[in-house]
């Protein structure tokens, strides 16, 4: 029913306010003053149970007890008190509401704490975002404690700048308010530094991947045999096909296959030659079948590590560390691959002329 059904005289009645009904509800004791002058007759009881900030101000005593109860809600147009008492009363908004009258209900929900109207509203605000209001709408959102809002400006901020840069609420935020204009460059900047941190992380952790594929394919290549190299006493594959199980498998069949003929190893004059001892170097730092590895080299670079303490030692450990946790998550994030059952043989002495290979 409207409100002309319960209002007293002399109360201006507000089309569209539906939430007050002679049948069910008592009379109004309180009255919503709005910028306008409008007189909104409400219920205590109600708006003391949806917002603690209007219960606190109901409280307060009256200097006549004859007098009314006056609540004054300004700095925002008439609908938009209509729209935010009518959401203290039935939960709900209109669309149309949210359309037009979003803004002010986001602030009226933060002022007098009324959750729900809040996260609806910056719902519906964050849906709505344009590079023309972006600004506006990060000022509220940091006046507001809206911190969802505020990131997602903050973004379409960043990554829009040089459009928002042209608008008008730009140009106003650059005249009165640099402090903000600063807080928002610093923001940029950080992240653009949180990208870049970003990208080396995962350049880093794609080269760790490549690393731990390359250490799992060595040991493949030791201990099963591969198109191309295997250990002696294991046939290989008479089809010359790519290996199906590592991607990497091709090209490091070749670095052994130089490496066991090079003439220039010796001298380290052989840039894949240095290539394939460094592999060989950190697979000894991962390895932990000391007496069972069939790679090559394995067993004399650990003992040599334990009786000789290089300069290099902790980077080359870090590295393992590093190479180690990239295979944990290679195999946690893919299926498990199958293995052979065979049971390896102890080699003491393995060295590269272990290696068979085809001619």
């Not at 319960?6 to 049948?23: E, F, H, K, Q």
């Not at 040599?304 to 290679?330: E, G, N």
């Not at 893919?334 to 060295?351: G, Q, T, V």
């Amino acid at each position: 029913m409207a409100v002309e059904t319960i209002a007293p005289t002399g109360i201006s009645p507000i089309a569209g306010i539906d939430y007050l009904s002679s049948r069910v509800l008592p009379e109004p004791d309180v009255f919503i003053h709005t910028s306008s002058g409008e007189r909104i007759p409400a219920h205590t009881s109600i708006l003391a149970s949806v917002s603690p900030v209007l219960e606190n101000i109901i409280d307060q005593p009256r200097r006549h007890r004859s007098s009314e109860r006056i609540i004054q809600i300004h700095g925002v147009p008439c609908e938009a008190v209509t729209a935010f008492l009518g959401f203290l009363y039935c939960s709900r908004c209109t669309d149309e509401q949210m359309e037009k009258y979003g803004v002010h209900l986001l602030a009226l929900s933060h002022v007098y704490l009324v959750p729900q109207l809040k996260q609806r509203c910056i719902k519906v605000l964050a849906e709505r975002l344009t590079i023309e209001n972006v600004v506006d709408l990060l000022q509220l959102a940091r006046l507001c404690d809206a911190p969802d809002l505020y990131i997602k400006c903050m973004k379409l901020l960043t990554n829009h700048f040089k459009s928002v840069e042209a608008t008008e609420g730009w140009k106003f935020l650059q005249k009165y308010d640099p402090w903000f204009e600063l807080e928002i460059l610093q923001f940029m900047d950080e992240d653009e530094s949180r990208k870049k941190k970003s990208r080396k992380r995962k350049e880093e952790q794609r080269l760790y991947a490549e690393l731990s594929e390359a250490m799992e394919c060595l040991e493949h290549i030791c201990t099963e045999g591969c198109t191309d190299v295997g250990p002696y006493g294991v046939e290989l594959r008479n089809e010359r096909r790519p290996c199906s199980k590592y991607a990497t498998c091709h090209g490091i069949q070749l670095l052994i296959t130089h490496f066991a003929r090079c003439s220039k190893r010796m001298n380290g004059g052989c840039l894949r030659c240095k290539r394939m001892w460094q592999l060989f170097r950190l697979h000894s730092y991962i390895c932990q079948q000391t007496h069972s590895c069939k790679v090559p080299l394995c067993r004399e670079m650990q003992m040599k590590m334990q009786q000789v303490k290089r300069k290099d030692d902790p980077l080359w450990k870090l590295l393992a560390r590093k190479v180690t946790s990239a295979r944990v998550m290679s195999t946690l994030s893919l299926p498990k691959r199958k293995r052979d059952d065979e049971i390896r043989i102890s080699m003491d002495n393995y060295r590269i002329r272990s290696f068979k290979l085809k001619r």
